[in-house]
T-cell receptor, first 113, second 114 residues
Framework: GENVEQHPSTLSVQEGDSAVIKCTYSDSASNYFPWYKQELGKRPQLIIDIRSNVGEKKDQRIAVTLNKTAKHFSLHITETQPEDSAVYFCAASIVGGAQKLVFGQGTRLTINP | GAGVSQSPSNKVTEKGKDVELRCDPISGHTALYWYRQSLGQGLEFLIYFQGNSAPDKSGLPSDRFSAERTGGSVSTLTIQRTQQEDSAVYLC????????????FGPGTRLTVT
């Protein structure tokens, strides 16, 4: 089955700097890759997603890149702000097939003022 | 509109007792998922319902866990003879089946087995 590895497990950056979180997946059939943000005690919320027919997607300060050949995808957050502090999870699934999400282990991002 | 709701928000039970957790998905969402999140850990898939198809139960950790979805809407996750290792936050999510594929999560039920 699918396996998703996420790195780093913790990341601390200065406010205003960029943060990058990386994930790799094992199942080449996976075609949908969402990123979720989870604040302490809250539910996971989707921040951006990408389908396998696209290499990059941007939404204001966040972007996701996908390399299907290497089976890895990354989350980029620019101009980080204190409210970006949270745990971020990547995930992979097969839309049209086994649509369950397989999650990475999570990255705790801390933005230092 | 209303999001995914779950009840109860917290449940404390004694080891060996059975518990039922409820999920109300977003109206019109045909796909419903259960995940488990242990303290400080990632989310682990448990079971997936899609319309009238047979559910994908591949993530259920033991035969003590079962789930049903009545009328294509509300779902109940049942854990029989609870063990301490069952303590976790149980999250329900729902989505459309024809895209967009975003899964919307409920607030979760925090289960503590003493």
């Amino acid at each position: 089955g699918e396996n998703v590895e996420q790195h780093p497990s913790t990341l601390s950056v200065q406010e205003g700097d960029s943060a990058v979180i990386k994930c790799t997946y094992s199942d080449s059939a996976s075609n949908y890759f969402p990123w979720y943000k989870q604040e302490l005690g809250k539910r996971p919320q989707l921040i951006i997603d990408i389908r396998s027919n696209v290499g990059e997607k941007k939404d204001q300060r966040i972007a996701v890149t996908l390399n299907k050949t290497a089976k890895h995808f990354s989350l980029h957050i620019t101009e980080t702000q204190p409210e970006d502090s949270a745990v971020y999870f990547c995930a992979a699934s097969i839309v049209g097939g086994a649509q369950k999400l397989v999650f990475g282990q999570g990255t705790r991002l801390t933005i230092n003022p | 509109g209303a999001g995914v709701s779950q009840s109860p928000s917290n449940k404390v039970t004694e080891k060996g007792k059975d518990v039922e957790l409820r999920c109300d998905p977003i109206s019109g969402h045909t796909a419903l998922y259960w995940y488990r999140q242990s303290l400080g850990q990632g989310l682990e898939f448990l079971i997936y319902f899609q319309g009238n198809s047979a559910p994908d139960k591949s993530g259920l950790p033991s035969d003590r866990f079962s789930a049903e979805r009545t009328g294509g809407s509300v779902s109940t996750l049942t854990i029989q003879r609870t063990q301490q290792e069952d303590s976790a936050v149980y999250l329900c999510a729902s989505s459309l089946d024809q895209g967009p594929y975003e899964q919307y999560f409920g607030p979760g039920t925090r289960l503590t087995v003493t």
